[in-house]
C-alpha cells in the first residue's frame, strides 16, 4: 500500500526552526523526486522546495531561499524540510509529494495528507 506521511509540524516562534519529515512506503522512494509544497488559509498551494530523486539538484521558491533545505535519504525511505528563521507569513499547511521521475514510474505522483506550521510570538 503506498504511502506518504508528513510529520513534524506545530508551533514555531518567529525566528524559530522545525523539520518536517515525510516517509515514503509502498514505493521505491529513489525513483521519485521529492517536493514540498504549502497552502496557507485563503491562498493557493504553492511549490516549497523540490529535490532531485538521488538529491543532485534542488529548488526553492524565492521567499524561502537561505532558510529551508530540502534533503532526501532514499536508504530510509524518507524526505526533509528543515526550516530555519521561520517567518509568520511561513504559516500554512505543508505537503510532501513524490513524482516518479525513472522508468517504470513516469507519471506517478504520491501525496500526503499534510501537516500543520504555524508561525507566531
Known amino acids: 500500500q503506498v504511502q506518504v506521511v508528513e510529520s513534524g509540524g506545530g508551533l514555531a516562534h518567529p525566528g524559530g526552526s522545525l523539520r518536517l519529515s515525510c516517509a515514503a512506503s509502498?514505493?521505491?522512494?529513489?525513483?521519485?523526486?521529492m517536493s514540498w509544497y504549502r497552502q496557507a488559509p485563503g491562498k493557493e498551494r504553492e511549490l516549497v522546495a523540490s529535490?532531485?530523486?538521488?538529491?543532485?539538484?534542488?529548488t526553492y521558491l524565492e521567499s524561502v531561499k537561505g532558510r529551508f533545505t530540502i534533503s532526501k535519504e532514499n536508504a530510509k525511505k524518507s524526505g526533509y524540510l528543515q526550516m530555519n528563521n521561520m517567518k509568520p507569513e511561513d504559516t500554512a499547511v505543508y505537503y510532501c509529494k513524490a513524482t516518479g521521475s525513472a522508468f517504470p514510474t513516469f507519471g506517478k505522483e504520491y501525496w500526503g495528507n499534510g501537516t500543520l506550521v504555524t508561525v507566531s510570538a
Open positions: 529535490i532531485g530523486r538521488f538529491g543532485e539538484k534542488t
Open positions: 509502498g514505493f521505491t522512494l529513489s525513483l521519485y523526486d
